[in-house]
């Protein structure tokens, strides 16, 4: 019955390091491999963050464009983008033309 005990043991300890390490691989070796390769291949952007990314600074775009004033130039397609999709505006501006615009 111990040998049994240890076997239960050891396979349960075993599933539990190999889930552990699949989430680790996931969420953050696979991504920053990406990010490094991105990079090599001459690719800039923002520095990947754990599981968040770029929430914050997205949400908080988005408040100061609702708080900006509702006089928009509506023939200047740019500003109005910079009103209703502040971050992937923003993003354009600092990295270059995407596959968004």
Known sequence: MDALTNTLALSCA???TLCAWKMVNM???RPKKLE???K???????????LFGDM???SMMFQQSKSKSKNINIDDGDEV?????????????????SYCF
């Open 27 to 29: 969420v953050w070796l």
């Open 81 to 97: 983008l910079s009103h209703v999709v502040p971050f992937p505006h923003h993003s354009k501006q600092t990295y270059g033309k």
């Open 56 to 58: 914050k600074e997205m």
């Open 40 to 50: 090599n291949q001459g690719f800039n952007g923002n520095k990947y963050k754990l």
């Open 14 to 16: 075993l599933v539990v």
């Open 36 to 38: 490094k390769i991105l």
